[in-house]
């Protein structure tokens, strides 16, 4: 079986026995971190692709950070209005809300500077207080559950008297506590999210009763990281935390696990599904049901551009634990919708496939997209059941955007899962989109569909050679620990017969001396149109080493249906230990 096979199958197969499961679908959450930085674009921008992709995966709850210098400047001074926007959006979309206060500010900071690693000066502790009290009252009803810093016994508070400091993090903890029940006595207050490496978390907990603190928290926030996606270390972390809480007459406090991960380079992506499996079934298990919520961490990288934690790469295209986590079933005979593909676009068709995690119907929704999402108001059914569904729509009008949305239910009808809507445009007769590179969206070229581990961004003329033509020029940066091979790729009108000639200008350099024929760069076109650079029907251009220079790469085909597909591609012949760089522009196709 080819590794590709076995990770669907993983995601395919997942399924929850039958009778008791933990009623509390929160822990289904995601953690909505930002990696916009690595890509060198703002927020805004990167904001609407994250939310995106957590309806996508089906996120049921997220930790939403809440800065406190940015909160309150100046002490006194609110403006919790800026986080109204992202709060308004979850509870719209019905998404659990974890407040994760952090940051002291620079009026409050014993170190006259902005700080994660210390508490407020106790002469500010009465700030503290109106401070919670009045982001509680603002938000009740929408943020019910708050979450007092950030690992306060380990790697987010200082360490200069080692970890867990009980003395120092307390007070701080019961002011904000006071603070939050006067504002919403029915909001859930929970000791920040302890850092559970060698157990710091069951000694921070343990000391906090020691020192009278039963009264200060309603509920422990904590981070049961595993290595090696050892889950069996989970559930006796889960264990011991609870055997804690009910040793001191506190079994009604839930556990908040708002965050947990393994990363892509330490264990690799099938052990990371294995162990998300894993961890699904110990949450949904009743013996977990004081689990509340649990956030996976996170949508998309942020820390590092490479292979890091995160269901999506920095770019926000899913990795295969996106799929296993999308289709996994948050209740006994759930269906779940996944891997949703836009497999091929002519002028007038698409054909778009997905998975279901057990046999089901067939529906897809679509419509002539709009400002405003656009209505579904036409549907293609199929008869019979089926976990691998393809659809083709016909009647389609070339250039136009369409919404879409797979529907698949179980073969009784009493569930479905309706997939949060996505689109194409269909390609025009001739017209190369974005052919200039011009525009870009989290990094990715508008038009063009990517594929690879690598980072994509947009670059500008502010370092002249990075661009040919125009303002800007699409840009990949390679890291050399391992092999690669990305491309992009583009359906684009024609008819049978015609004679088509695509071109781009290219360059690529390898930092790694004496290797600059380590990487390999392209360009092609296939006359059949489909997606798959590796067809036998695809054309390409000499392939040309990274001597970092600008060269015109051509490829010529002709077309034998209404529909060819352009490509241009950059590969390595094995690892370097070094970054390597690629750059695309001013790309150009000829239909006669």
């Known amino acids: 079986m080819s590794r590709t096979a076995a990770v669907i199958l993983l995601v395919a197969s997942a399924a929850l026995p039958a009778g008791d499961y933990n009623p509390n679908l929160g822990i289904f959450g995601v953690g909505p971190a930002y990696g916009e930085w690595m890509l060198g674009i703002e927020k805004e921008e990167y904001e609407p692709a994250i939310r995106q992709r957590l309806l996508q995966v089906g996120c049921t709850s997220v930790r939403m950070g809440f800065n406190w210098p940015s909160i309150e400047p100046r002490e006194g001074e609110y403006h919790f209005e800026i986080a109204d926007d992202d709060v308004n959006w979850y509870a719209e979309h019905g998404i659990e809300m974890v407040g994760l206060v952090v940051n002291t500010p620079d009026w409050a900071s014993p170190t006259g500077k902005q700080t994660h690693a210390y508490a407020a000066k106790k002469s500010k502790f009465p700030a503290v207080e109106r401070m919670c009290e009045n982001l509680a009252r603002h938000f009740a009803g ?47 207050v929970a000791i920040g999210g302890l850092d559970n490496s060698d157990g710091w978390s069951y000694i921070m907990l343990e000391k906090m009763y020691e020192a009278g603190g039963r009264d200060c928290f309603d509920a422990v926030a904590d981070h ?23 040793a001191h007459g506190d079994g009604h406090k839930p556990l908040y696990l708002t965050e947990y991960a393994w990363k892509v380079s330490e264990i690799g992506e099938e052990a990371r599904i294995k162990a998300m499996r894993e961890t699904f079934a110990i949450y949904s298990d009743p013996e977990f ?274 529909t060819v597909t352009v490509f241009f591609r950059v590969k390595s012949k094995e690892p370097v230990g070094a970054l390597q760089y690629f750059w695309v522009d001013d790309a150009a196709l000829s239909v006669r």
């Open 289 to 562: 049901s004081y689990v509340k919520n649990a956030q996976y961490l996170g949508i998309g990288d942020f820390e590092n551009p490479f292979d890091g934690f995160a269901l999506c790469d920095v770019n926000l295209r899913p990795r295969e634990l996106f799929y296993a986590f999308q289709g996994y079933p948050r209740t006994p005979g759930d269906i779940r919708v996944s891997r949703v593909t836009i497999d091929r676009l002519t002028q007038t068709t698409a054909t778009i496939t997905w998975q279901t995690n057990i046999p089901g119907t067939t529906e897809l929704r679509y419509g002539v997209a709009a400002a405003d999402g656009g209505a579904l108001d036409k549907c293609v059914s199929l008869e019979g059941e089926r976990a691998a569904h393809v659809v083709t729509i016909e009647g389609l009008k070339p250039g136009t955007r369409y919404a879409f949305s797979p529907v698949s239910a179980r073969p009784d009808r009493s569930r479905e899962h309706v997939m949060t809507p996505e689109a194409f445009r269909t390609p025009a007769f001739g017209v190369l989109v974005n052919a200039g590179f011009e525009g870009s969206t989290v990094g990715l070229p508008d038009g063009w569909q990517s594929v690879g581990r690598s980072v994509w961004k947009r670059v500008s003329r502010e370092k002249p050679t990075d661009v040919h033509g125009g303002e800007y020029a699409q840009f990949v940066v390679v890291d050399g620990s391992h092999a690669f091979d990305d491309w992009g790729y583009q359906f684009v009108g024609a008819k049978p017969g015609a004679k088509c000639a695509f071109s781009a200008w290219t360059k690529a350099a390898c930092t790694a001396k004496g290797k600059e024929d380590n990487i390999r760069h392209a360009v092609g076109i296939d006359p059949a149109g489909g997606r798959d650079p590796d067809a036998a029907s695809v054309i390409w251009s000499d392939d040309v080493a990274g001597d970092d220079t600008w060269g015109r790469r051509t490829a010529s085909a002709v077309a034998t249906g209404d």
């Open 142 to 188: 929408r943020v019910d559950q708050w979450e007092w810093w950030n690992e306060p016994n380990g790697y987010g508070w200082n360490l200069e008297h080692g970890y867990n400091n009980v003395d120092e993090y307390l007070p701080f903890l019961r002011a904000a506590y006071k603070g939050f029940h006067k504002g919403n006595p029915d909001c859930l």
């Open 224 to 246: 049961p990281y595993s290595k090696k996606g050892d889950t069996e270390n989970t559930k006796k972390k889960l264990r011991k935390l609870r055997g804690i809480l009910l």
